[in-house]
């Protein structure tokens, strides 16, 4: 069975202060892809990053980092030097590999609020 | 850039009425899916499409269903509207891949009250 956990439920820093978002997973395949996604306050989910369970490289996007380790099965999400524009429910994701309609599994989201 | 647009932001019906949600993308993705959104549940899965005509039950499917006449649109139908369906829903859809699973692209969302 395939499970996201996301431990915190609400964060809150000041601005310009670094905030790490903690994702968990479970699967039993071998083969599995995990997203992000972002969603402010206008409601629309907003794709981030995809990684797939073969590629551990950490990966860096401007102030956006992502640290997989599949040792640990884990997938965070560190925003280097906050805005106040990173204020929204992020939201990891798992999707097992098969072709055809694939589905995503959902953490419950951590609300993360920035504080100018 | 992908569009998924759902008919309505806010939506208030009554119980027992029969509901509609149209959702309608412009990528030519061949998936489709609707996902409702809870506080502390995150988003499940309702149904999701894979081609038109083609349906599959998700995670929570009991008192909905779906319908998919074209490819590019995606209606979500609540039968008889209960209270416990008021919600936020969400529609997404992807396009298939053979060699790798890709994103979801989704819509703004709807948030239905049920009275």
């Known amino acids: 069975a395939q499970k996201v956990t996301q431990a915190q439920t609400e964060i809150s820093v000041v601005e310009k202060e670094d905030v790490t978002l903690d994702c968990v997973y479970e699967?039993?395949?071998?083969?599995?892809?995990l997203f992000w996604y972002k969603q402010p306050p206008s409601g629309e989910l907003v794709f981030l990053i995809r990684r797939n369970s073969f590629d551990e490289q950490n990966e860096i996007s401007g102030r956006y980092s992502w640290n997989f380790q599949k040792s640990t099965s884990s997938f965070n999400f560190t925003i280097t030097a906050s805005q106040v524009v990173d204020s929204a429910v992020y939201f990891c994701a798992l999707s097992e590999w098969k072709t055809g309609a694939n589905n995503l599994f959902f953490g419950t989201g951590t609300r993360l609020t920035v504080i100018p | 850039d992908v569009k998924v647009t759902q008919s309505s932001r806010y939506l208030v019906k009554r119980t027992g009425e029969k509901v509609f949600l149209e959702c309608v993308q412009d990528m030519d993705h061949e998936n489709m899916f609707w996902y409702r959104q809870d506080p502390g549940l995150g988003l499940r899965l309702i149904y999701f499409?894979?081609?038109?005509?083609?349906?599959e039950k998700g995670d929570i499917p009991e008192g909905y269903s779906v319908s998919r006449e074209k490819k590019e649109r995606f209606s979500l139908i609540l039968e008889s509207a209960s209270t416990n369906q008021t919600s936020m829903y969400l529609c997404a859809s992807s396009f298939i891949d053979s060699n790798s699973n890709q994103p979801q692209h989704f819509g703004d969302g709807t948030r239905l009250s049920i009275l």
């Open positions: 699967t039993r395949d071998t083969t599995y892809y």
């Open positions: 499409s894979y081609d038109v005509k083609m349906k």
